[in-house]
């Protein structure tokens, strides 16, 4: 009675089975994963959910919690249980109502309830079992007699005919209940041995799910963080877009209004010299000559001077033009501040790096603006200097980092092989100690036609990505003890990671053979 009580407590109310991997929801109600995704999957189609228990509202799609301790339950429940088919068993005699079966006659092959149990030991002596219907199992093929006995040497259950005069005449026997007690032995300790590895599993698969859900608030509140940044970017964006248009209004109503004054004196003086031209038209159609030799006061010989017409002081006004260079900087300005704001709360630093050309190998030619590193095709004329690379087309950078997060970029040509990388400035400059790849004071990733590699101290490892870009990005850390690699493909792909406890100031190194060239992208 208690254990269907259990068992009504540990069934599904959707499948009225016993739970499958349950889950439960915020409301505490429990159900098969299955089932209760089957049923979510419906609401979502009606655009509202609930429990399917208590009808308990969700605004939005619940996330169904795993319930491990529910599951261990079931499954400890389940082992204790018999066999369904064995438990739904019915008396043979029993023909008018059916009444479960105690025990079952594997002689008679009849199965009986407690009253004809007890009829059937008065009369008979034989082998009593569990209630089953699978009398061919525990019957000797051969010689249709009741299994008695196990064989451990081959390893078979027999009958005393097998035993006496069958197969395995002479062999070595033992009952089955002894076999049985004997093998649940070797079991037990089997699974005393399988308990820690599975609770050695259940704790990695526990401290992943933490994990796991560490990362995915990490990941929650760096969304949060990004669209809060984006946000504020946007006013920014806003208050640089007012600022540059309200200079190109306020240039426009400057010089729309001189040119509207402009327009009213122009059309002031056209307006007199149409009044003094009707005038002279006048006096012009006039017969009579005394009266137009009269007309006295009128300057007939006047030829439009710049008393009437102006000057040359509107042409001079209307030259003016808006100041597209003072806008440009306006917005220069405005967008440049956002990205220096960015950077400044990303705590990046974007440094200007420059390369020595004192250190710069005699087959190595360094341009103008000390940013690009060429492999020559001819010796460079460079004086001796002690910090010069001697046997490896290498270059150093002017100056280190000893400290905080660094952020910059690189271009290679994507001919020839390149190395780019960091290294300490006590980085030998000749011999093979010397080369970016085979010492413990470098850290550089090496760019062939086909594919990457990464060289730390004559160890090499090969990338399963292959070159996409010829952009590179690198990210460093001094205090974390990380060099990081990226191709600034879309989207970037992050390539390699150094770890290491860095103990002096870190300089860009660059290797070029092959007429390669890599540049450092301001």
């Known amino acids: 009675m208690a254990s269907a009580e259990l068992r009504d407590e540990l069934n599904c109310s959707i499948c009225l089975s016993l739970y499958t991997d349950p889950v439960s929801l915020r409301c505490g109600h429990n ?25 308990a509202e969700y605004p939005e799609r619940p996330a169904p919690e795993k319930k491990r301790k529910l599951r261990n339950i079931v499954e400890r429940f389940s ?154 970017i946007k006013k920014q964006l806003e208050i640089a877009e007012k600022k540059a248009l309200s200079e190109v209004s306020r240039q426009e109503e400057k010089i729309v209004s001189q040119i509207s004054d402009l327009i009213k004196k122009l059309e002031i003086q056209e307006d007199e010299l149409s009044r003094k031209m009707r005038h002279v038209e006048e006096i012009c ?12 006061d009128i300057t007939v010989c006047s030829h439009g001077g710049d008393e009437d017409t102006g000057g040359d002081g509107g042409e001079v006004s209307t030259e003016e033009d808006l100041d597209e260079v003072l806008i440009s900087l306006t917005l220069h300005r405005s967008t440049r501040d956002i990205v220096t704001n960015v950077t ?105 036609d086909v594919e990457y590699k990464v060289w730390r101290n004559s160890v090499r490892l090969a990338l399963s990505v292959k070159p996409t870009c010829p952009t590179l990005g690198v990210f460093l850390d001094y205090e974390a003890g990380r060099l990081s690699f990226y191709e600034l493909c879309d989207p970037i792909r992050h390539l390699h990671t150094f770890t290491a406890s860095f103990t002096e100031p870190l300089h860009v190194i660059f290797c070029v053979s092959k007429g390669a060239s890599v540049t450092i992208r301001s």
């Open 285 to 296: 159609r006039v017969t009579d000559p005394i009266r137009v030799l009269q007309e006295s």
């Open 344 to 448: 400044s709360e990303l705590g990046v630093h974007a440094p200007d790096i420059l390369l020595d050309v004192d250190t710069a190998h005699r087959w190595v030619k360094i341009s103008e603006d000390l940013k690009t590193a060429t492999k020559s095709g001819e010796k460079q004329d460079k004086p001796k200097s002690p910090g010069r690379f001697v046997d490896y087309p290498q270059v150093l950078s002017r100056c280190g980092f000893s400290s905080g997060q660094h952020y910059w970029e690189v271009e290679w040509d994507q001919i020839g092989d390149c190395a780019i990388g960091l290294s300490y400035p006590s980085i030998k400059r000749e011999g093979r100690q010397s080369c970016i790849a085979y010492n413990d004071k470098s850290w550089c990733l090496y760019m062939y």
């Open 79 to 232: 082992s204790t249980q018999p066999d369904v088919e064995e438990t739904r068993i019915f008396c043979t005699y029993c023909t008018k109502s059916p009444v479960l079966a105690v025990r079952t006659c594997l002689h008679c092959e009849t199965s009986m309830c407690e009253e004809h149990l007890t009829a059937h030991n008065k009369s008979v002596n034989h082998n009593l079992t569990e209630p089953t219907v699978s009398f061919m199992d525990r019957k000797c093929s051969t010689h249709n007699e009741i299994l008695k006995y196990y064989c451990p040497i081959d390893a078979a259950c027999i009958c005393v005919s097998c035993w006496v005069a069958g197969d395995h005449r002479g062999h070595y026997v033992e009952l089955l209940d002894v076999a049985s007690e004997k093998k649940k032995e070797k079991l037990k300790k089997y699974l005393d041995n399988l308990n820690p590895q599975k609770k050695k599993i259940l704790t990695k698969v526990q401290n992943l799910q933490d994990r796991k859900t560490k990362i995915q608030e990490k990941a929650s509140d760096k969304r949060k963080n990004i669209s809060k940044r984006f946000m504020d």
């Open 31 to 55: 159900f098969c994963r299955s089932c209760i995704v089957s049923v979510l999957d419906a609401q979502e189609a009606a655009g509202g959910y609930s429990c399917p228990d208590c009808r």
